[in-house]
């Protein structure tokens, strides 16, 4: 008898450690060249209200993706993670805008105006609920001959062992599809209990890019920003480029569609002109999955007294980069941490696990720390902006939350790095965007202090250590 219980047992180990373990798809954990930086700027949305009761959100990003879409003629390719109408089961109070549908019509209208026009969309299932409901947005996007990818989470690593490995065994064979058996998540209505099972992995193609041709060069969008109706009060952050470095991030879309569709579908691109570099000196890089990490860990790893870190980020869990920052701090560094509270998701009220107890580590180790002034909508932005006393500077933003699942190659996800001396104007802007909400200038509510989510208790910092270490979370 105890044989036959050991041999289920150690089936399930096998499974969950050759899950987490196994090889990943050629083209992930992807870090580009540094090119010359052409044609950067950045991206923000912000929600910080201007007076009580009054939204003052500046958006940026979606128009400059509305922009580009309506400027490409040759290629448009996108890969963004909510694609969808959903509002979550509790109203937002915060004023919405229909990204999903103002995205969907923008690419049809410029489809029907350049028939010839390649346009290829790559998501994540979760807009399909696992399969267990038709996307409208999808479904018309096809049916105008669009190319429509849902990218294949079972090629990517389990962050969530604990569950995936019985999934695998018990659930997978049954596949996804319609069904009512199971409360849908995200919206009112019911779905698939295969369905629901399958969301329980905790996978995700979190990445947010667009790239399109512009003119005779390509233009790329990289942001934390999703075409989500419900997200879209959200403060967010993007990056715009152009030249070669676009390339690199059109590889990276590339190696998704290799295990997902057809990388065939993305037609060659002929070499780019050379480009003039922006003023002022910087360089740019493509980073995707681990590589962001190492990214951010050797940039904060190599800080000396005087330098200053600014991090603004919705989620900051992973223990590398919290022990990463906590020694820079002691060598002198200066730092700044601004975090979500992790008190609303759509409606939802939530009791700010784990942003308030590493906000609480940070801030016992003397680290300033401050939350974003949020009502209803969230902090989602990622950055990570560095400058240093001799001048080097470093901003890295896009889809990567600073959390194990967004870093250790489980998720997909898309960063920007941009390195120089400081004179290009986007370090200035990186830092004038994190001042305001920093110090709440231009009339914004931008943050508050840290006492006002201050939260000590033992048991829940207990809670994120466990959920972070095991990926029973979604965080």
């Not at 509305?66 to 959903?86: E, G, K, P």
């Not at 058996?181 to 969301?199: K, V």
Request: charged share 20%.
């Amino acid at each position: 008898m105890p044989l036959l219980l050991l041999l289920p047992a150690a089936l399930l180990v096998a499974v969950g450690l050759y899950q987490r373990l196994k090889p990943m798809p050629p083209g992930l954990d992807f870090a580009g060249r540094e090119h010359p930086a052409t044609g950067l700027r950045l991206l923000t949305d912000c929600t910080a209200l201007a007076q009580p009761g009054a939204p003052g959100s500046g958006q940026q990003i979606f128009d400059a993706f509305f922009a580009a879409i309506r400027a490409a003629r040759r290629l448009i390719v996108l890969d963004v993670f909510l694609y969808n109408s959903f509002t979550g089961t509790a109203g937002c109070q915060c004023q919405l805008r229909p990204l999903a549908e103002e995205l969907t019509d923008c690419l049809l209208a410029q489809k029907g105006r350049y028939p010839q026009l390649t346009i290829v969309v790559i998501t994540d299932p979760i807009n399909t609920v696992y399969g267990s409901i038709t996307s409208p947005h999808f479904a018309r996007l096809t049916a105008a001959g669009i190319t429509v990818v849902a990218t294949d989470l079972n090629r990517l690593r389990d962050s969530n062992p604990c569950y995936s490995a019985l999934w695998h065994l018990c659930c997978r064979p049954w596949g996804a599809g319609p069904g009512r058996l199971a409360a849908n998540p995200f919206d009112p209505g019911r779905i698939s209990l295969r369905s629901y099972l399958r969301l329980l992995n905790f996978k995700a193609n979190h990445r947010k890019v667009l790239i399109a041709d512009h003119g005779d060069t390509m233009l790329g969008l990289v942001s934390s920003a999703n075409p989500h109706g419900a997200s879209s009060s959200h403060t967010n952050v993007g990056l715009a480029l152009t030249g070669p470095a676009v390339l690199d991030l059109l590889a990276s879309e590339r190696a998704v569609l290799a295990f997902s569709g057809d990388p065939r579908c993305i037609p060659a691109v002929a070499p780019l002109p050379a480009a003039t570099p922006d003023a002022g000196a910087a360089t740019v890089q493509i980073v995707t999955e681990r590589a962001i990490k190492r990214t951010a860990l050797a940039a904060i790893d190599s800080t000396a007294a005087g330098d200053r870190i600014d991090l603004l980020i919705f989620y900051l869990t992973d223990r590398r980069l919290i022990r990463s920052l906590k020694a820079a701090q002691r060598r002198g560094a200066i730092l700044r941490i601004l975090l979500d509270p992790t008190k609303d998701a759509f409606g939802r009220a939530r009791q700010g696990v784990p942003n308030r107890q590493v906000g609480n580590e940070l801030h016992r180790a003397g680290i300033p720390v401050r939350w974003a002034d949020t009502d209803d909508e969230q902090c989602h932005a990622k950055m990570l902006a560095i400058s240093r006393q001799d001048g080097d500077h470093l901003l890295l933003l896009g889809s990567a939350n600073f959390t194990r699942r967004n870093l250790d190659n489980y998720n997909l996800e898309t960063d920007v790095a941009v390195r120089g001396k400081g004179e290009h104007g986007v370090f200035a802007d990186a830092g004038r965007f994190f001042d305001a909400l920093w110090h709440n200038r231009e009339g914004r509510r931008g943050s508050l202090d840290y006492a006002a989510f201050a939260d000590p208790s033992p048991l829940r910092r207990l809670l994120y250590r466990f959920l972070e270490a095991t990926g029973l979370s979604t965080f």
